[in-house]
């Protein structure tokens, strides 16, 4: 009977641990519509196969080494046997769910961290440049960071975070706060759309090209976290682990719903007006303030950090603008400064982490991250340059990058 019920929590766990993979895989679709809608209607192509390409990429290249290195202490053999035999590598007790479940629910978190980088590049970096970039930082650059976190192993050697008091449920830090450290880096390197800032230190607007498809993407996100962090519990065949997937589903909810609240209100004090735009990022950055720990707060908890999330994000976007970094997007707003609020507010209902521990924890995170993207970036910008032409960026980088036009029937006539 034993056997029996152990049996079937393996595959109910297996199954639970699929489908929200597939909920995270989905986010993918979502970043797509987002950065799709908030760029410009020339440059619509080049996002969207940004985006489905680094979602190959990432998968492949966290298949060959990527894994190994998060998770394997590097050996590749030990990992294929598991990938090609789904048994388990080297575990002392059986697994609790199939292996190759896992290499899934953490590839998606991957690509996740990898799409962040896409839309604060937008609109003025080469295809090929951001690829070769992708193939660095999901098979490298973020599977070492995620060894430390997730992964347990000792930073360099030097420190190991957990025994500091470092604690990331979901990836506030390890997924979100990484992606945006990559994400500023080539960012800084890049410079601004042309354009987007005044000699006289004005700030335009470059208004996205479709709304509707904006907002969609974040309904689509919305969904995609329950998987993101839901599938973090890690089980769902017991009482105690359903009981918890409860509570995160609940928080995160009700965090991205204080997150939209808080930017819309203070969208309208600052500008008169509720900003679209500022909502969606609202909405988002609640998911990411929450993401660190949606285990433990009460639902009014988790409500009013993504209050906080959403207000920050407001701030952080307008702060950005006023230092001329571009981001078409607000991605190194929402991952990167809520990313670092969503684990400060960890300890505060979590009493297993640490004030200490998150800031040692993201400091090291946005260190590597962001030191290893600077220096990659750098050597793809001498070997083949990373920005497009000035004219190319005037004509849209749909027809220089990809050849074709998304919308060609509204753009030219001829």
């Not at 080049?46 to 190959?56: D, G, H, M, R, V």
């Not at 990809?402 to 030219?412: H, I, K, L």
Request: net charge negative.
């Amino acid at each position: 009977m034993d056997n029996q019920i152990f049996e079937l929590q393996y595959a109910l766990d297996t199954f639970y641990f699929l489908m929200c993979g597939a909920l995270v895989m989905w986010m993918a679709a979502g970043f797509a519509m987002l950065e799709a809608g908030l760029v410009r209607s020339k440059n619509t192509t080049e996002i969207l196969t940004k985006n489905i390409a680094l979602y190959a990429v990432a998968s492949t290249m966290y298949m060959v080494c990527g894994y190994s290195i998060m998770y394997g202490g590097g050996d590749f053999v030990m990992f294929l046997q598991g990938i090609v035999g789904d048994g388990v590598t080297g575990a002392a007790e059986p697994a609790k769910y199939a292996p190759s479940a896992d290499f899934f629910f953490q590839v998606v978190f991957v690509a996740t961290a990898m799409s962040i980088v896409s839309g604060a590049v937008a609109e003025r970096m080469k295809l090929w440049a951001f690829l070769i970039f992708a193939v660095v930082m999901t098979s490298v650059i973020y599977p070492l960071e995620g060894s430390w976190t997730w992964g347990g192993a000792s930073v360099f050697g030097l420190y190991t975070l957990s025994d500091l008091g470092f604690s990331d449920f979901a990836g506030s830090g390890i997924v979100h706060l990484a992606g945006a450290s990559a994400a500023l880096a080539g960012v800084l390197l890049l410079g601004a759309r042309k354009g987007k800032y005044g000699e006289d230190g004005s700030v335009n607007a470059i208004p996205g090209a479709n709304l509707p498809l904006a907002t969609l993407g974040t309904f689509i996100l919305w969904l995609g976290w329950f998987g993101f962090n839901g599938g973090s519990v890690l089980a769902t065949a017991s009482v105690e682990s359903a009981n918890s997937v409860a509570v995160v589903f609940m928080n995160t909810n009700a965090a991205a719903a204080g997150g939209l609240i808080g930017a819309l209100i203070v969208a309208r004090v600052l500008f008169g007006k509720a900003d679209l735009t500022m909502a969606l990022n609202g909405a988002l950055a609640g998911l990411v303030a929450i993401t660190a720990e949606p285990s433990t707060p009460t639902a009014l908890e988790a409500t009013l950090f993504g209050v906080a999330g959403g207000v920050l994000v407001v701030m952080s976007i307008l702060a950005l603008d006023k230092l001329k970094i571009d981001d078409p997007v607000g991605a190194i707003s929402v991952h990167g400064v809520v990313g670092l609020l969503g684990l400060l507010l960890g300890p505060v209902t979590n009493d297993g982490a640490s004030f200490s521990g998150q800031i040692i924890g993201a400091a090291t995170i946005f260190g590597w991250v962001f030191g290893a993207s600077f220096v990659t970036w750098s050597v793809i910008k001498m070997v083949i340059g990373i920005r497009v032409s000035e004219e190319e960026e005037y004509d849209g980088v749909d027809l220089s990058e990809c050849g074709m036009e998304a919308y060609p029937e509204f753009v030219r006539g001829k």
